[in-house]
């Protein structure tokens, strides 16, 4: 069983590693991100709630995601094990998963925190394009085969309202005020790994193993 959260600023590459890991090791991806989306695509109520933020760049309300999560984790598919990605995103929102983990007994292995600079993050999102099915592509970094097009399912590519430079800024700086507090967190913990997310998305993926794989 491997209990692992991929953890760092938006455009890391945490969506883009946790898709290759998630088939790699065959633990379900849980993203956060992807399901409210998928939930404001679908207008949901909980949809509904979340466009308002997600749309200026500002966190969720912690209720919401820690119910959502609650939800997520205990469905069948968990039992081998999970990957989080985009939560916990606050320090109530890890106090709260701290919580329900113990209750399934399944804490967290290691908080992996994939480290990229600003100016390369701005770069990275600005030119992102996403997939309702959750692959994310680079029109520069990493293209897809046909241009506009998903490698894995055909749909055609979107920019994300929230990839707009205004947006990006907010983004960045919610996560320095409300996100990068957690990295103190779980490195008390013990459970922190630092990973170099500046070098390719291979590169990364590889560093990313090292890790996992004391946990198989
Ligand atoms: P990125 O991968 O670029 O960081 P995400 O897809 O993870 O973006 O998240 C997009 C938006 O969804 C966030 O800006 C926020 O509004 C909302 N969101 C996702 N996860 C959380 C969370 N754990 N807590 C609060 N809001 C969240
Ligand atoms: P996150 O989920 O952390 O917000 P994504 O995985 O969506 O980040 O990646 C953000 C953007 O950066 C995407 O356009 C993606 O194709 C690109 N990207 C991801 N990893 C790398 C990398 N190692 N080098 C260059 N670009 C990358
Ligand atoms: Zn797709």
Redesign the pocket.
Known sequence: MMNIALF???????????KELSKYYNIPHI?T?DILRYNVREGTELGLEAKVYMDKGELVPDDVLIGLIRNRLTESDCDIGYLL??YPRTIPQADALTDILDRINKPLDAVIN?EVNDEELVK??S????CACGE???IM??PPEKEGICNACGAKLYQRDDDREDVIRQRLAVYNEKTKPLIEYYEDADVLVNVN?????D??FKAICNTMDQFK
């Open positions: 760092g600023p938006p455009g890391a590459g945490k969506g883009t590693q946790a993203s991100g990605d985009g994939i990275r999102l030119g992102r394009r996403s994310s592509y680079h970094f990493n997310g500046a070098d390719d998305v590169a990364v």
